[in-house]
């Protein structure tokens, strides 16, 4: 099992333009999860998804959009990039309903706007 | 509100010092996870361990140890003789069980710098 993974590792994007981060698990889970890590401020939920064909938004969900067409896939895109959005993206994934609430991450997305 | 608070933001030792990263977390909810997680220099998120609220007994793996205390609201993590390759950011997190997902609330992280 490969676990979660994601594409890229790094991205440089100039301003303005759109870009899709790759997110894919193969361990059945149900709900999968974005988030971006800053500086001194932990990781911020950005959108999730409890089941295939639904999402929700997170903490902070401005600039973004995803979708869930499949159990397997989470990709998250970005409408215009913008400098504020020059981040650590982590994809994470989870079983729902299990005893334990532990999130199973990826090895995350360098992405630098400029 | 539910929150968690790692007040440290940085600490440097050096090796062979034990050292303890503070967690303190806020929520309503009856049932919740702890969770540490370990973020060594190369970017990963290592998860490290997870504790349901009803279990209060501390928990040692090899020079690792964890004390969860309810009536205080914290999920403290103890290194014993530290080594280099401790440095690394240690993040907490809650889980709690309302809201109809598994939610994962981190703390900001410490940033934990172990020198020879």
């Known amino acids: 099992n490969a676990g979660v993974t994601q594409t890229p590792k790094f991205q440089v994007l100039k301003t303005g333009q759109s870009m899709t981060l790759q997110c894919a698990q193969d361990?059945?889970?149900?709900?999968m999860y974005w988030y971006r890590q800053d500086p001194g401020m932990g990781l911020r939920l950005i959108y999730y998804?409890?089941?295939?064909?639904?999402?929700d938004k997170g903490e902070v969900p401005n600039g973004y959009n995803v979708s869930r067409s499949t159990t397997e896939d989470f990709p998250l895109r970005l409408l215009s990039a913008a400098p504020s959005q020059t981040s650590v993206y982590f994809c994470?994934?989870?079983?729902?309903?299990?005893?334990?609430?532990?999130?199973?991450f990826g090895p995350g997305t360098r992405l630098t706007v400029l | 509100a539910q929150k968690v608070t790692q007040a440290q933001t940085e600490i440097s030792v050096v090796e062979k010092e034990d050292v303890t990263l503070d967690c303190v977390y806020e929520?309503?909810?009856?049932?919740?996870?702890l969770f540490w997680y370990k973020q060594p220099p190369s970017g990963e998120l290592v998860f490290l361990i997870r504790?349901?609220?009803?279990?209060?007994q501390n928990e040692i793996s090899g020079r690792y140890s964890w004390n969860f205390q309810k009536s205080t609201s914290s999920f403290n993590f103890t290194i014993t003789a530290s080594q280099v390759v401790d440095s690394a950011v240690y993040f907490c997190?809650?889980?709690?069980?309302?809201?109809?997902?598994?939610?994962?609330?981190f703390g900001a992280g410490t940033r934990l710098a172990v020198h020879p």
């Open positions: 994470a994934s989870s079983y729902s309903g299990g005893l334990s609430n532990e999130q199973f």
């Open positions: 361990m059945n889970h149900n709900s």
């Open positions: 998804s409890a089941s295939e064909g639904t999402t």
């Open positions: 929520t309503r909810d009856t049932t919740y996870y």
């Open positions: 504790r349901n609220s009803f279990d209060e």
């Open positions: 997190a809650l889980s709690p069980t309302s809201g109809g997902y598994n939610k994962l609330i």
